[in-house]
Nanobody, 120 residues
């Protein structure tokens, strides 16, 4: 099995910053793309940012210029640096990864989610 564990959520004032981390562990052969999604109350889960194994990135239009995704392949960890936070960024943020386990099975894995609350 492969697990993702997120950390770094919390309460911040508008204009502030937070850094989310997500570490993959378990029976990992390799990690492909990793990403962050979010789900606000009453809304569908949406992609925030995604990064491939070679570092190519893409972002939701709503976070471009404010959020930055990066990864440490040696530690199977992905980060989301969030700056200039707005109240509309309030959501549960979920880490996602595509992984090959040691039996070469492809798995899509989700973390448990971490709450980010931005106060106005």
């Amino acid at each position: 099995q492969v697990q993702l564990v997120e950390s770094g959520g919390g309460l911040v004032q508008a204009g502030g910053s937070l850094r989310l981390s997500c570490a993959a562990s378990g029976s990992i052969f390799s990690i492909n793309a990793m990403g962050w999604y979010r789900q606000a109350p009453g809304k569908q889960r949406e992609l925030v940012a995604r990064i491939t194994s070679v570092g190519s990135t893409n972002y939701a239009d709503s976070v471009k210029g404010r959020f930055s995704i990066s990864r440490d392949n040696a530690k199977n960890t992905v980060f989301l640096e969030m700056n200039s936070l707005k109240p509309e960024d309030t959501a549960v943020y979920y880490c996602n990864a595509g992984a090959l386990d040691v039996n070469y099975r492809y798995l899509e894995v989700w973390g448990q989610g971490t709450l980010v609350t931005v106060s106005s």
